[in-house]
């Protein structure tokens, strides 16, 4: 099954939500450094949803931020 990434932004908070699924409260949350907040499966510890703080701010700054991100790629046969 393919998983695909939701993104939305919350223009009254100013937070770009990255999203694998919808949040959830068993979710535990991680502080990733530089105002990107991770939430993670209580199971696996895999990245489920990524909350990217003052993103509007970075967009007129103009700073270059990375998401630790890994994608699996699979070729169409």
């Known amino acids: 099954?393919?998983?695909?990434?939701?993104?939305?932004?919350?223009?009254?908070?100013?937070?770009?939500?990255?999203?694998?699924?919808a949040p959830y409260a068993e979710q535990e949350s991680e502080e990733l450094g530089d105002?990107?907040?991770?939430?993670?499966?209580?199971?696996?510890g895999e990245i489920e949803n990524l909350e990217v703080m003052f993103f509007s701010t970075r967009?007129?700054?103009?700073?270059?931020?990375?998401?630790?991100?890994t994608a699996n790629l699979r070729l169409a046969t």
């Open 1 to 21: 099954m393919e998983t695909k990434l939701t993104f939305k932004y919350d223009r009254e908070a100013d937070i770009l939500h990255i999203d694998k699924c």
């Open 35 to 44: 105002d990107v907040v991770a939430r993670l499966n209580p199971s696996t």
């Open 59 to 69: 967009l007129l700054r103009g700073d270059l931020f990375q998401l630790p991100v």
